[in-house]
């Protein structure tokens, strides 16, 4: 989630938590269209002054959504 647009160690302008919610289910999707298996692992994102931990969480429940929505 290094990305996120308010996270202070990779955000860039314009990454939002909708792109990444779409960018994960772009990626799950065409996995699922292709029946080929998935595994991930929740890393990256940090906290601070404007990615909380609850924030922070959030955006990785977007995996998760995704790698379940079937």
Known sequence: M???ED???GGLEG???DVLR???LIVFEWARDRSLPVA???A???TGSAVDRNCLVDLH???I???SNR
């Open 65 to 67: 959504e995704a790698a």
């Open 15 to 17: 990454i939002s938590i």
């Open 7 to 9: 996270c202070h160690t």
């Open 22 to 24: 779409e960018r994960e």
């Open 61 to 63: 429940r977007l995996t």
């Open 44 to 46: 990256g994102g940090y």
């Open 2 to 4: 290094d990305p996120y």
């Open 40 to 42: 991930f692992v929740l």
